[in-house]
């Protein structure tokens, strides 16, 4: 059973910048894509990047570049480097998983999530 754990989160102020972990456990395969994914109150969770085994990656379009996705393989643990944070950052942060090497964006694509850690940026 896939395990995630995510750590990181925090307040900070508008402009600042944070680097949340997420550490990854139980895969069966070394095939997976590791995302992040976002969710504000009152709003839709919505896919941030995607990582797979190989190290290529994808984006939302809206994240424009203030927010870069990597991976450390030996220790199974993906991060996602936020910069520039602004107050619409504001969220629940969760890491997903899912088998393949596939990257997409879309949550029912994932079938494992981490519990989250909360991002708020204050201004």
């Known amino acids: 059973q896939v395990q995630l754990e995510e750590t990181g989160g925090g307040s900070v102020q508008v402009g600042d910048s944070l680097r949340l972990s997420c550490t990854a456990s139980g895969f069966t395969s070394n095939k997976n894509v590791l995302a992040w994914f976002r969710q504000a109150p009152g709003k839709e969770r919505q896919g941030i990047a995607a990582i797979n085994a190989v190290g290529a990656t994808t984006y939302a379009a809206w994240v424009k570049g203030r927010f870069t996705i990597s991976q450390d393989n030996n220790k199974n643990i993906m991060y996602l480097e936020m910069k520039n944070l602004e107050p619409e950052d504001t969220a629940m942060y969760y890491c997903?998983?899912?088998?393949?090497?596939?990257?997409?964006?879309?949550?029912?694509?994932?079938?494992?999530w981490g519990q989250g850690t909360q991002v708020t940026v204050s201004s």
């Open positions: 997903a998983a899912r088998s393949g090497q596939m990257l997409i964006l879309v949550q029912n694509g994932f079938n494992s």
